[in-house]
Each structure stands twice: as C-alpha cells, then as structure tokens.
C-alpha cells in the first residue's frame, strides 16, 4: 500500500457484503431486466447463458421463463425505482458502517457503478445523505452488463452516446450526468509518473535493448482458455 500512502490519504481494504436473499433478488430482477431486449448485447448474453448452461432445468425452463415474464415488465422506470427503493430498504450493507463513522466523509467517490464493492459505498451513502458519485469505468458498462440497482447522485460518463444509455436503458436524470471522458486515462495524456522504458526494462530484469511482450490477461469466464493462449505465446 506504500504507493498509495500520502499526506491526507488513508488507506481501507474493499468489503464485500451481500445476503443469500438480496443476491436472489437481484438475479431474478437482472434476469427479467436482460431478456426485456432493452439491449442487443444483454439478448446476445441471454442466448450464450443459456446455450452454455450446464443444466437441462436451466437451459429449457428458468431462464425461458424469465425471459417470457421480461415482456409483462411495467413502466421500466417504475421497475428500476422498485428494485432500487428495495435495494436500499430491504437490503442495507453494514459493512462500510465502520468506515463511515470513522471518517465521515463529505462526498462517497466510487469508481464504478456495478460491483457488489461499490454499490456497497454507494448505498450507505445515500442512506446517510452523503452526497455521492460514481463513474462508469468502460464505454460498454451500461449495454453489456445488467440491473443498475443503485443510482449515485452524479454519473460519470465517457462520451454523449453513453449518457444517452444511461438516461434510455437505465433511467438516470440527463441533468444528473456529466460527460468527462475516462479519467483512468488522463496518466497517458499528463505523462505523470511514467517512468522511461529503460529505467522500467532495469527494474524488472530485463534488457533494455530487447523487445518487450506483455500480455493483458481476462477473468476465467470471459477467457476460460487464456492459459492455453499463454502457453502458446511462450
């Protein structure tokens, strides 16, 4: 953590807390919410779940069914108002309890908006009337993935297109989204604290006058062959 410590900053591990019921809930409402074909992609991913579904009862009668009961949704805003008024009511995370009452915060930052780490800051913000804010960390966020089932103070947002899907697909107040671009990226821009690629090649034991390969790895479900593909690079 050193390379995070700094005069005014302190440092507190990411907590995870989710109940058996409030897990159940959220994947019958992210369910209903996909098979809506509010989105292609989230009907691309509906076809793939169920064309990689291990389990005959799942692939032929619970996600078809789900999928069925997604076309008598309502009003999709009252939808998206229902499972965020449960979300915070019925559901709190105590885990950042001790968090909060250590610093106090005057503004909950959250760098993305669908993570069970995130959403966990992000609620008790809101149930303690801290103001908060959230970005969207990819350009994809909004399309490709489910159920916003908390909705921050403020969005961030890359660009006009993604404002526009937050405000059609998930029902966020135009005037309650900013478009910054992607913060992650401004580093590349300011050139702060990139170190020169010999310094770097030293660092790690390599030499500078040779080429480097590096390798982006995914998570074990979206590239479940990745090793594979590590071994034959090698």
């Known amino acids: 953590l050193k390379e995070f410590g700094a005069q005014g900053v302190t440092v507190e591990?990411?907590?995870?807390?989710?109940?058996?019921?409030?897990r159940l809930f959220l994947r019958v409402a992210d369910s209903m919410y996909c098979r809506a074909r509010f989105s292609r992609t989230l009907d691309i991913n509906y076809e793939r779940s169920r064309r990689l579904s291990g389990s005959w009862w799942r692939r032929h009668v619970v996600l078809p069914f789900l999928k069925g009961i997604s076309y008598l949704l309502p009003c999709r805003?009252?939808?998206?108002?229902?499972?965020?008024?449960?979300?915070?009511?019925?559901?709190?995370?105590?885990?950042?309890?001790?968090?909060?009452?250590?610093?106090?915060?005057?503004?909950?930052?959250?760098?993305?908006?669908?993570?069970?780490?995130?959403?966990?800051?992000?609620?008790?913000?809101?149930?303690?009337?801290?103001?908060?804010?959230?970005?969207?960390?990819?350009?994809?966020?909004?399309?490709?993935?489910?159920?916003l089932a908390v909705r921050p103070a403020r969005l961030i947002v890359w660009n006009d297109i993604v404002r526009d899907q937050a405000v059609r697909l998930h029902a966020v107040p135009a005037r309650d989204i900013d478009v910054c671009g992607g913060p992650q990226f401004d580093m590349y821009f300011r050139r702060e604290g990139i170190v020169p690629r010999e310094d770097f090649l030293r660092k790690i034991g390599a030499a500078p006058a040779r080429k480097l390969l590096t390798y982006t790895t995914g998570s074990p479900f979206s590239m479940p062959d990745e090793p594979e593909v590590v071994e034959a690079l090698i």
């Open 13 to 22: 591990p990411a907590r995870r807390e989710q109940g058996r019921w409030n």
């Open 77 to 147: 805003r009252l939808f998206l108002r229902l499972v965020r008024w449960k979300n915070l009511a019925l559901c709190p995370d105590r885990v950042y309890n001790g968090v909060f009452d250590k610093h106090r915060p005057d503004l909950a930052v959250a760098t993305g908006i669908f993570a069970n780490d995130d959403t966990g800051v992000l609620k008790q913000a809101i149930r303690r009337g801290v103001p908060c804010m959230a970005m969207t960390p990819s350009w994809d966020n909004l399309t490709s993935r489910t159920i």
